[in-house]
């Protein structure tokens, strides 16, 4: 705004400099000039951003701009904006009918097959290090750095492992080496990696095939596999309960075993239990009367009744 309005100005002061009020020529030309010099005096730094000062006597100053309001040196010092937000690049190749250029990275994998990989990288610049940034690579960092490291990362990761682990059980790991070979190249050139994101691995369809059958087929054999440890687990679990009813039977039948031990003991040790348990047996209608054991015999009362 302040460079629109003394443009303004110097353009009017010319002008009245060739008519009859050519003494106001002078007044806003020196008016315009000096608000062209405050324009350029001062530079906002936005909020993410980062600003580089080139001295053209001194060269990139290691200080940088941070977010506010800087004064400069007007034809002596220039600014140079750098966002410090987290941004992103993607390589990848165009969905069904989008019209974009194929981007995506072509890698061989450990067996020769190719490969081809859709990949998100998330990135930001070190504040305090963009000064070395400016000097060494300069604004068109991604285009001559980030994307040919990554480029280049994928390709050195994905040969590293066969196609059929690519899709499978190693995709975390080739993320992890990606990541670990990136991280360190940008940290050099005073980058920060925040994260690498693999979208999408693609093999041939021919082999992808084939793995899907392989796959298929483990695992119909590890279905089996656990059909035969569920038949074997129910049949020890059978084993074991026909045991154990052995067992408590053997208990018991030694339990019953000690009882008449134990019993016959007590029967040996005392007689008179027999007669009393036979006594009670006979009961209610006995007929027959017990005498003391010195008698040895018994009555039978219904016999001498017959015979009264």
């Known amino acids: 705004m302040l ?22 020529g002078p007044s806003l030309l020196g008016l315009g000039a000096l608000l062209l010099v405050l324009a350029n005096s001062f530079v906002v730094v936005p909020a993410g951003h980062v600003g580089v000062v080139f001295n053209i006597l001194k060269g990139v100053q290691e200080r940088p701009l941070m977010e ?31 019209r974009k250029a194929d981007t995506s990275i072509r890698a061989r994998s450990k067996e020769g097959l190719e490969i081809g990989v859709d990949v998100t990288v998330q990135y930001r610049i070190l504040k305090d290090r963009a000064p070395k940034l400016h000097q060494e690579v300069g604004p068109g960092y991604l285009e001559t750095l980030i994307v040919p490291q990554v480029r280049s990362k994928v390709r050195d990761a994905v040969g590293q492992y ?15 080496s990606v990541s670990e070979g990136l991280e360190e190249v940008l940290r050099q050139y ?12 693609r093999i041939p369809e021919a082999v992808a095939k084939v793995i899907e059958e392989k796959q298929t087929a483990e695992q119909q054999v590890q279905i089996e596999i656990n059909r035969r440890k569920q038949a074997e687990i129910a049949a020890q679990r059978r084993v074991i309960e026909a045991q154990g009813e ?49 008698g040895n015999f018994l009555l039978d009362l219904r016999g001498l009744q017959q015979g009264r």
């Not at 408590?248 to 007669?275: S, Y």
């Open 3 to 24: 460079n629109l309005a003394a443009l303004v100005l110097v353009l009017l002061g010319v002008g009245l400099l060739f008519t009859p009020k050519r003494r106001y």
């Open 68 to 98: 506010g309001v800087h004064f400069v040196v007007p034809g002596l010092q220039q600014v140079v904006l750098y966002d410090a937000r987290v941004k992103e690049v993607t390589l990848s190749a165009p969905h069904e009918g989008e």
């Open 162 to 176: 066969n196609a059929a682990e690519l899709i499978s059980t190693q995709r975390t790991a080739l993320e992890t």
């Open 190 to 201: 005073h980058i920060e990696l925040v994260s690498v994101l693999l979208r999408e691995i």
């Open 246 to 294: 052995r067992d408590a039977a053997i208990l018991r039948a030694e339990g019953e075993a000690k009882a008449i031990e134990l019993r016959g003991r007590a029967l040996k040790n005392a007689p008179e239990v027999v007669q009393l348990t036979f006594a009670e047996k006979l009961a209610p209608g006995v007929q027959t009367v017990f005498v003391p054991s010195t």
